[in-house]
């Protein structure tokens, strides 16, 4: 059969930003079935063109290679931008009092039957102008005795619930701190005031909330996918896949509802038996729907406070001046840990933000590594906001990836410099433009639901490190567009393991194609951010198209 007759699809005259450096620009692109199979000049592919081939003018628009998101979380939105009380400050929400936080939990438990759940996503108390501080049960007990209440820190490393909630959980003054967290106590007693800090409190309280039945789960799924695919995202990493997850994902598969390609990263419990055996290791699953690194844990959040450092934090934490966070995980289990899942052949996805929490989290994968001759690991860390310089040596010598969580630069850096660290050392939060020096390989993420999914932010804040407050955090961090554009496509699917398939414009790839209204190279740094997607192909088929599709995204940010 000539050739012709395979195109599906030819775009003519694009501005074609491909991210392979060994054709870095064309203006046309030709597609059969899934896959790209030819990339180049107008001239030279508009012969290709058959019959039945579908040929789009592009008019000069840019097409770039659809955006590989390395950090979200699904069924995580769901519960918070659907079914929680948005407690988030400016710009993601509207609570700056603590009185207001207040206020919006008492109109819930009003609309709500008594017994039931209310549940209160991400406060920030360091925007309390009115009372700055974290609210305990017995405030949370004014709003309601009758129903369970559990409100979320902006970090989700730290929570606070009400008595009746902490009375569900079993929580008394004979409680023991748990693994991985703590319980705040009353002032000279053992009785906790129901802030709960660290994974491991968190999870007390959390883990008894109702999951969804499974038509409601996955209706809000595949909202967290719509949202995904309007940011002209192609692949997701679900960063976190507790019991259960999977298989709702597996479903929405099956139903349609998972347009975007989504790598799973399961949770230890998920990945192995009793035994420490796993039933399947990383790369497992198909095209659409895989399984990618085991999630471990290091340390809690840095503006949660639970952030591991060496350094203690600005400000004092329960009076304690010398409180530089804790491990989630002590450093000789995280090693463990570490050395199963690499033995076997997963990958790793450690989570580890504050500086402490990066040396456990290097050091287990360096022990790991000298255990065997397994080369070309690409063990993650994520979030990695206090990378220091000598750590990004350790990097780039035993070849781990981080994953910067940029959008702590725009949402949290006034908070970095007043509150949390301080400003020489929030000028170095995700130290991209080191870590290039370094030659370490790196993506960015935004860990939706902690911020809007939105690549073309997180490139604004790659490029600019401007803060919401209008604060420039660390110029000498700041990188280029094109570099930025590989965290979020070439250098991401690398990360994932996933770049013969996608990252770039090539032909062989999938046709993961996003066009946008304008060309980010050549788009002043602030108008990053407000660029216009237009279309989203995935696998050769159109999943979105602004001009006739009435979708609108669910969670963004409005400045
Ligand atoms: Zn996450």
């Known amino acids: 059969m000539p050739v012709q007759h395979e195109i599906d699809t030819l775009y003519l005259h694009g501005n074609v930003v491909t991210m392979d450096e060994a054709n870095p620009r064309a203006d046309a692109v030709a597609t059969a079935g899934e896959r790209i199979v030819a990339v180049g000049q107008a001239s030279e592919l508009r012969e290709l063109a058959g019959p039945a081939t579908r040929v789009v003018d592009l008019g000069g628009r840019t097409?770039?290679?659809?955006?590989?998101?390395?950090?979200?979380?699904?069924?995580i939105y769901s519960q918070e931008v659907f079914d929680s009380v948005n407690l988030r400050c400016p710009p993601l929400g509207v609570v700056d009092r603590f009185s207001t936080l207040l206020e919006r939990l008492r109109e819930r438990a009003e609309q709500t039957p008594s017994g039931e759940w209310i549940i209160g996503a991400r406060f920030d108390e360091h925007s309390f102008t009115d009372d700055p501080r974290l609210p305990t049960r017995w405030d949370l007990d004014e709003v309601s005795t009758e129903h369970p209440i559990f409100v979320t820190h902006r970090s989700g490393h730290s929570a606070a619930a009400n008595s009746h909630a902490l009375r569900l959980a079993g929580i008394d003054e004979n409680t023991p701190d748990p693994r991985g967290g703590s319980l705040d106590r009353e002032a000279g007693s053992q009785e906790p005031n129901g802030i709960l800090r660290g994974k491991g409190a968190v999870f007390q309280v959390w883990g008894l909330i109702p999951e969804l039945d499974?038509?409601?789960?996955?209706?809000?799924?595949?909202?967290?996918?719509?949202?995904?695919?309007?940011?002209?995202?192609?692949?997701?990493?679900?960063a976190y896949i507790l019991p259960g997850w999977a298989r709702l994902y597996q479903k929405a598969l099956a139903r349609d509802l998972l347009p975007v390609r989504t790598t799973m990263f399961l949770d230890a419990g998920v990945a192995f038996n009793a035994n420490g055996q796993a039933s399947f290791v990383s790369g497992f699953g198909n095209d659409h729907l895989r399984i990618g690194a085991v999630k471990l844990f290091a340390d809690g959040s840095v503006p949660g406070f639970t952030g591991w450092l060496t350094e203690p934090y600005l400000t004092p934490v329960n009076g304690n001046a010398q409180h530089v966070g804790s491990p989630t995980t002590p450093p000789e289990v995280l090693a463990e840990q570490v050395l199963r899942a690499h033995s076997q052949g997963f990958q790793v996805a450690i989570h580890a933000g504050g500086d402490a929490g990066i040396d456990s989290a290097i050091d287990a994968i360096r022990k790991a590594q000298e255990s065997d001759g397994r080369t070309d690991a690409r063990h993650r860390i994520e979030h990695a906001h206090c990378t220091r310089e000598d750590q990004l040596e350790a990097m780039a010598e035993l070849g781990i990836t981080p994953s910067f969580f940029i959008g702590h630069v725009y949402y949290w850096g006034d908070r970095y410099v007043e509150h949390i660290l301080g400003q020489e050392r929030a000028d170095r939060i995700s130290p991209l433009r080191s870590a290039i020096e370094h030659g370490v390989r790196f993506s960015v993420h935004s860990d939706s639901p902690h911020v809007p999914a939105d690549p073309l932010r997180d490139l604004y804040s790659c490029v600019t490190r401007e803060t919401s407050g209008g604060r420039v955090l660390g110029a000498e961090q700041q990188i280029d567009v094109q570099q930025a554009l590989r965290a979020v496509t070439i250098d991401a699917a690398w990360q994932?393991?996933?770049?013969?398939d996608v990252g770039s414009i090539e032909p062989g790839k999938f046709a993961d194609l996003t066009i946008l209204d304008e060309d980010p190279l050549t788009t002043p740094a602030e108008q990053l951010r407000h660029i216009g997607v237009a279309e989203v192909v995935i696998g050769g088929q159109t999943r979105y198209d602004r001009e006739t599709s009435d979708k609108v995204k669910t969670f963004v940010d409005v400045s």
């Open 496 to 500: 994932s393991f996933t770049e013969q």
């Open 214 to 238: 499974d038509d409601a789960a996955l209706a809000r799924l595949s909202i967290s996918q719509n949202d995904y695919l309007l940011s002209g995202i192609t692949s997701t990493h679900d």
């Open 63 to 75: 097409m770039i290679p659809g955006f590989v998101e390395p950090h979200t979380h699904g069924p």
